[in-house]
T-cell receptor, first 114, second 113 residues
Framework: EPEVTQTPSHQVTQMGQEVILRCVPI?????FYWYRQILGQKVEFLVS????????KSEIFDDQFSVERPDGSNFTLKIRSTKLEDSAMYFC????????????FGPGTRLLVL | QKEVEQNSGPLSVPEGAIASLNCTYS??????FFWYRQYSGKSPELIMS????GDKEDGRFTAQLNKASQYVSLLIRDSQPSDSATYLC?????????????FGKGTHLIIQP
């Protein structure tokens, strides 16, 4: 069964450094998403992406964040200058359609900012 | 502001019994609802989706939606120890596929052998 994949599984970085989190959505899916989950808290929506552009973003997704689909398979989240509070699990998700909004999540990248 | 509310638990249920999980939502959340299961340290795994009033059954799971009461529930029949996890209720946005899901904090379910 097709799955969303994410790399790396864990990333440790120093405050102020740039990180890029990578995702490969399910191949025939059209909508892509990034979420984050701070330890012990709820899953929070960051951004959605469709047809090579951002469709919606939350208040969390400020100028420090950017997303890109550099080729036909990868979907990336870049954090330009990491802060301590960016430490979280970051999940990529994808959805095949626009109506049902059924989203399938990848295994996540655990980001630790020191 | 979209809101999805869940009782955080823990909810403790004996093995073989029915586990009942509940969720309420604000009227700004769309009419698409999802139940995800999340094991500790893992990603959310989709269990059920429901879009219209009434019940939807899939194996041991039944989702129920009551739009008038803004209430969604999940029943797990014949609960197994492997069902022990955090169950996340999520609502889709009103804008269709481009919208992110709004999650509740989750209910921690413990199935006692």
């Amino acid at each position: 069964e097709p799955e969303v994949t994410q790399t790396p599984s864990h990333q440790v970085t120093q405050m102020g450094q740039e990180v890029i989190l990578r995702c490969v959505p399910i191949s025939n899916h059209l909508y892509f998403y990034w979420y984050r989950q701070i330890l012990g808290q709820k899953v929070e929506f960051l951004v959605s992406f469709y047809n090579n552009e951002i469709s919606e973003k939350s208040e969390i997704f400020d100028d420090q964040f950017s997303v890109e689909r550099p080729d036909g398979s990868n979907f990336t989240l870049k954090i330009r200058s990491t802060k301590l509070e960016d430490s979280a699990m970051y999940f990529c998700a994808s959805s095949p359609d626009s109506y049902r909004q059924t989203q399938y999540f990848g295994p996540g990248t655990r980001l630790l900012v020191l | 502001q979209k809101e999805v509310e869940q009782n955080s638990g823990p909810l403790s249920v004996p093995e073989g019994a029915i586990a009942s999980l509940n969720c309420t939502y604000s009227d700004r959340v769309s009419q698409s609802f999802f139940w995800y299961r999340q094991y500790s340290g893992k990603s959310p795994e989709l269990i059920m989706s429901i879009y219209s009033n009434g019940d939807k059954e899939d194996g041991r799971f039944t989702a129920q939606l009551n739009k008038a009461s803004q209430y969604v529930s999940l029943l797990i029949r014949d609960s197994q120890p492997s069902d022990s996890a955090t169950y996340l209720c999520a609502g889709g946005g009103s804008g269709g596929g481009a919208d992110g899901l709004t999650f509740g904090k989750g209910t921690h379910l413990i199935i006692q052998p």
